[in-house]
């Protein structure tokens, strides 16, 4: 059985940084095998890809509007993604998931319907 986890949200003030992290298990191919991504949602919008990576690490992609402030990263040995965020807005605040999708390409979606397992998300709030 496929298990998502995020950990790391929290409260923080604008101008702050937070680190996400997300581990997965239960996957019927290795944790290489997939692209990750996280995607986040506040109250009263849509769902909204944040950023991805390929399964090597190679490739990433992010929305616009956290481009220089947040980095993804993987641990393929550890089964770990993280979300660096620095620079947090108070626009930043939302329910952040991590989701995972089996692909051996070279690059990654930022489309939550190309991803296949999901996390049940963490909080982050920015406050001014």
């Known amino acids: 059985r496929v298990r998502i986890e995020e950990s790391g949200g929290g409260p923080v003030q604008a101008g702050g940084s937070l680190k996400l992290s997300c581990t997965a298990s239960?996957?019927?191919?290795?944790?290489?095998?997939?692209?990750m991504g996280w995607f986040r949602q506040a109250p009263g919008n849509e769902r909204e890809g944040v950023s991805c990576?390929?399964?090597?690490?190679?490739?990433?992609h992010y929305v616009e509007s956290v481009k220089d402030r947040f980095t993804i990263s993987r641990d393929n040995v550890n089964n770990t993604l993280y979300l660096q965020m620095t620079i947090l807005k108070p626009e930043d605040t939302a329910i952040y998931y991590c989701?995972?999708?089996?692909?051996?390409?070279?690059?990654?979606?930022?489309?939550?319907?190309?991803?296949?397992?999901w996390g049940q998300g963490t909080q982050v709030t920015v406050s001014s």
């Open positions: 989701a995972a999708t089996p692909s051996n390409g070279v690059s990654c979606s930022l489309d939550g319907t190309d991803f296949e397992y």
């Open positions: 239960g996957f019927v191919a290795a944790f290489d095998d997939y692209a």
């Open positions: 990576i390929s399964w090597s690490g190679a490739s990433t």
